[in-house]
């Protein structure tokens, strides 16, 4: 999306977007407009960063889960490999700092505010670690509506297929 300076902008514009799928939706639809709205400027490098999203959709470790519409196994190897950059490990001597930190931020806590003191013992996670711990989380809050976009984008496209092709398809 271009601003009012026809500078290029990376967070696609809504009304572009909405617009684009009106055209596609009456008149059939532009690729380059496509590409536009979805933030490909067409350089080299988005060329590859495409190229190496759809073959990782494609040569996936597993298929998703029965009745999911997210491969979790795979959404799990992504994070863990984002989590790998710029990570730092944890030497004993940070690891026994940060514990005494949390200790003292705990009293402090207790003294400062009536909040009861907290249940479950503090842990120090490494980025991938943390990824093992959130993904649970995420998986509950996302699913439902990754399940709902799965069968609203499957019943929009077979509405708009024509007759004998949503024939073939439903079997």
């Known amino acids: 999306m271009n ?13 572009d977007i909405r617009r684009l799928w009106e055209q596609m939706m009456s008149q059939g639809f532009d690729p380059e407009a496509l590409a536009s709205a979805a933030g490909f400027d067409g350089s080299p490098e988005s060329l590859q960063q495409l190229f ?7 040569f996936l470790p597993t298929p998703p889960e029965e009745g999911s519409g997210v491969n979790w196994q795979a959404a799990a190897l992504k994070a863990k490999e984002i989590a790998k950059v710029g990570s730092v490990a944890l030497d004993d001597k940070d690891r026994k700092n940060l514990t005494d930190s949390i200790g003292i931020a705990n009293l402090w806590l207790n ?26 989380l995420f998986r509950a809050l996302a699913e439902p509506v990754a399940d709902r976009m799965n069968r609203s984008l499957g019943e929009a496209i077979q509405s708009q297929l024509p007759e004998e092709l949503a024939e073939t398809l439903k079997g």
């Open 52 to 58: 190496a999203n759809i073959q990782g959709a494609f």
């Open 111 to 136: 003294e400062a505010t009536s909040i009861s003191e907290v249940a479950v013992e503090a842990k120090l996670l490494s980025r991938a670690l943390w990824v093992d711990d959130a993904l649970p």
């Open 3 to 15: 601003d009012e300076n026809g500078n290029s902008n990376s967070t696609p514009d809504p009304e």
